[in-house]
């Protein structure tokens, strides 16, 4: 997947020099409405990538800042009929006292380069500026950052919006409300139609196909308005769409209807016992039921987004900061890094940050899942929208806004629903080339039924048949299938501190057969740790623990801090060495208190000729279960063992035996010696080991796995130093570095620091893709066996005909079952 990673090409996950931009779209109707808008996209200049997402109605587009900018994207997508939503406005009063006086259009310009301004314009009389802009790009206080950077003071601001989802959730709240409005009059105006149409005749009266006329004429030109709109837009641009079946299907019912109620004796040969039949009820019916479809799709689809909504919720609001010695409360937006915040018992903290003072336990389970609360003091990190328990404390603010660990992660997830999985790509090619082969097949069931038909029905069967296979076919459920089960499947992960990269990782990760885990900070908690002490000659194990903790204080070495930690753990009080020295490869000597120390390995003791005493053996059933022995001499004479391990994370032997219980490979690497590696590697469970492995040589080894029968391998390590072999490996997973770079490098990121999560991601992406497949399977075989029953293929056999109306229903229902069946999703454990 990726040979390598180069940090100094990466910026926010994409190329130097390349910026994203998600566009929310207004006025597609299927999966050929985003694939004609990409294709669009994808020819503006300066544009490298472009992925237009039907369920979630937004272009993902990363483009050359310096050949292309937002207002390019928009006019492209206004240039094949469609429009983007979303933007909101904010105006400026502003005073120039600190500028000459001149021409507006330098600042106009200013504002414009600011990535996600759409336009901004500056009336000098009244000194307003007013600036279009996308929210999640940019936001009016960026906007009013760079007009006082530009040299002008802002005196007032106004009409600032809502940002982000939250304003695109009211525009799907907004769309939601008018289909239902629609539906509505829709469907009390067609059941009058349907009574009579249903009657067979022993309703019919004189003016009976007027009064149907008048009913059916609202319901399309008012209800079914968008749908006409939809289609001519299309035709004007050389294309057909969803909106072109429906709009083809009830605009040819409802003309013929109308002329046979105006002209009745132009049709008197197609007329029955019961006079010139019309298919006011077929027109105005069927789209009663597919706006009932559209209704219940969006309100559906809504639901998709819950995870990202909750995400968002979580910020508070305001901030309690403390400025020139007076505790103030901000708007949130208001904080800058360096701030002094306060927190209270019970507060949300508003941004990330270092505590300075004072203690607490900090619910972070939005963001790790882990509902024990998390102790915090100085020095430790706090992130923005946790909870705080119990105490209050101090913290200096370091990240705020967009640069917060919450926004990052919701930025993520949205760019995973924005991707798109390779399984995609068939549903894609499908629905581009559909429609037109749709109108094929209901142009050639038309003439087939006109001719083969008896002459005094061969009318009324070709137009029913013509009508329900355009309506049956139209490919909403194929356009569903893939992007809403991705949604709710990356939503879901986000909740349970799994932060999946997009659908391709997903795939990957679903056809995983190996797994390599790195050993230190994945397998174990990666702090060595004192585990024993052996002392020698009498001597109490807390004095053999403070000499050698008191010589090791001027040592930088891990073992070192590690002997140092436990003698502070127990309280030991420790001296200050003297005549320090390391002696490379071998330990250090030191004098404590007029005692000289010896401290290091096996070899260092024979070179200075010091008797072990019989506690060679010892030593090496020490080493033998992972540890490593640290030797001590006090006066030339054996005084002692430590033993010192990375201890293992309690939770690593179960984390294996879930991924072997699910048939994955499971392979350990370290740089330890093969012995140690051995001891850890048999302690959890894991059978294979790659042991002495530089880290610069773990993706050679990686990439030596893949290669071995071509098998799919997925790399887990702490990110710090696994950064190219996380990049390496098909799938790359980066455990407990939520706040880590390495998010660059690893497509699953789990923020988390609990092995068992890694079962749970490929849990989650085998589930996801399980639902894709069942969405694919249903939407093809939907259409598959769906059009020939409408065009009457089963009727020779059986004497079945599918009426408009079943037809509309159907299709309607289809995509509506596609959505529900990827919520399902949201219950994934």
Known sequence: ???????????????????????????????????????????????????????????????????????????????????????????????????????????????????????????????????????????????????????????????????????????????????????????????????????????????????????????????????????????????????????????????????????????????????????????????????????????????????????????????????????????????????????????????????????????ESMLTGESLPVEKGPGDEVFGATINRTGSFKFRATKVGKDTVLQQIVKLVQEAQGAKAPVARLADVVSGIFTPIVICVAIATFVVWYVAAPTDVRLNMALVNFVSVLIIACPCALGLATPTAIMVGTGRGAELGILIKGGEALETAHRLQVVVLDKTGTITKGRPTVVDIVAANDLATDELLRLIASAERASEHPLGEAIVRAAQARGLELSEPNDFKALAGYGIEAQVGGRKLLLGNLKLMRERQVALDGFEAQAAKLAADGKTPVYAAVDGRFAGLIAIADEIKPEAREAVAMLELMGLEVVMITGDDRRTAAAVARTVGIERVLAEVLPQDKAREVKRLQQEEKKTVGMVGDGINDAPALAQADVGIAIGTGTDVAIEASDITLIRDDLRSVATSIRLARATMRVIRQNLFWAFIYNTLGIPVAAGVLYPFTGWLLSPIIASAAMSLSSVSVVANSLRLRRFR
């Open 1 to 363: 997947m990726k040979a390598s990673v180069d940090q100094t090409e990466i910026e926010d996950g994409r190329e130097a020099g390349t910026e994203r931009v998600d566009l929310p779209i207004t006025g597609m109707t299927c999966a050929a409405c985003a694939r004609r808008i990409e294709r669009q996209l994808r020819k503006v200049a300066g544009v490298k990538q472009a992925n237009v997402n039907f369920a979630t109605s937004r272009a993902t587009v990363e483009y050359d800042p310096r050949a292309c900018d937002a207002r390019r994207l928009i006019a492209a997508v206004k240039d094949v009929g469609y429009d983007v939503g979303g933007r909101s406005h904010v105006s400026f009063i502003v005073d120039d006292s600190a500028r000459p006086s001149g021409s507006s259009q330098p600042l106009e310009s200013h504002l414009k380069r600011l990535r996600g301004v759409v336009e901004a314009s500056f009336n000098l009389v009244n000194m307003e500026v007013r600036v279009e802009y996308l929210p999640g790009v940019t936001d009016a206080q960026a906007i009013r950052r760079a007009i006082e950077e530009f040299g002008y003071q802002v005196r007032e601001t106004s009409g600032e919006g809502p940002h982000g989802l939250v304003e695109e959730d009211d525009a799907h709240a907004a769309e939601y409300r008018s289909l239902r409005r629609k539906f509505i009059v829709a469907a009390v105006l067609s059941l009058p139609v349907l009574f009579i149409a249903m009657s067979h005749g022993r309703f019919d009266f004189p003016g009976s196909d007027w009064l149907q006329l008048v009913l059916t004429t609202p319901v399309v030109f008012y209800c079914g308005a968008q749908f006409y709109r939809g289609a001519w837009a299309a035709f004007r641009h050389r294309a057909a769409d969803m909106n072109t079946l429906i709009a083809v299907g009830t605009g040819t019912a409802y003309v013929y209807s109308v002329a046979a109620t105006i002209f009745p004796r132009f049709f008197a040969p197609a007329a029955t016992g019961h006079g010139v039949p019309v298919y006011f009820e077929a027109t105005s019916v069927i789209i009663a039921l597919i706006l009932l479809g559209r209704m219940l799709e969006a309100r559906a689809k809504g639901r998709t987004s819950d995870a990202i909504r909750r995400l968002i919720g979580l910020q508070p609001r305001t901030a309690r900061v403390i400025r020139d010695g007076r505790e103030l409360e901000v708007q949130v937006e208001e904080v800058v890094p360096g701030d002094l915040v306060v927190v209270r018992p019970g507060e949300k903290i508003p941004v990330d940050g270092v505590i300075i003072e004072g203690s607490s336990a900090v619910d």
